[in-house]
């Protein structure tokens, strides 16, 4: 009974991952195009993920964000080689500043994919807890 409740424990810790910063859109739709500064951004939204910078001057910030959510049906044993698989939701937001420093464009995108395995592979969109334009 003891090792049954350690595999269900570390199951459970398992079923889900994270990387990168989770926005609040709120915040991200305050960032005005012409208005806004660097700094601003910064204070708003936090630190990006990664910076590029382009020759002309301009510099674009990326705020990256993926989950992925293991389905139940993986871990019991053999249904799992045939009904297992994962679901995944991911966020990207681009805000681009030009030479000034002031943000020029900002946008959004965000989607879902869902991974099977065994007899169900294939890919599904799905945003199974998301409402119409708000995060993940």
């Known amino acids: 009974m003891k090792n049954l409740l350690c ?10 991952a994270s990387v990168g910063h989770k926005l609040d859109q709120s915040k991200v739709d305050q960032i005005k ?10 204070q708003l939204i936090g630190s990006p993920d990664q910076i590029t910078r382009a020759g002309d001057g ?4 990326q705020y990256i964000y993926t989950r992925a ?11 799992g ?3 297992g698989g994962m679901n995944m939701q991911n966020q990207i937001t681009m805000v ?19 991974m099977n395995t065994g007899v169900t592979t294939g890919s599904k969109p799905s945003l199974p807890d998301t409402e119409s ?3 993940p």
């Not at 595999?7 to 889900?16: K, M, N, Y």
């Not at 195009?33 to 910064?42: L, S, Y």
């Not at 959510?69 to 249904?79: D, E, G, L, N, R």
């Not at 681009?96 to 965000?110: E, P, Q």
């Open 7 to 16: 595999i269900l424990a570390a199951a459970l810790l398992c079923g889900c």
């Open 33 to 42: 195009k012409g208005e806004t500064t660097r700094d601003q951004v910064i």
């Open 58 to 61: 301009s510099l674009t910030f």
């Open 69 to 79: 959510t293991t389905k139940p049906s993986t871990f019991i044993p053999i249904v």
């Open 81 to 83: 080689a045939f009904a």
């Open 96 to 114: 681009t500043f030009n030479s000034s420093n002031i943000v020029s464009d900002v946008f959004t995108t965000y989607g879902a994919n869902e």
């Open 133 to 135: 334009n708000k995060r």
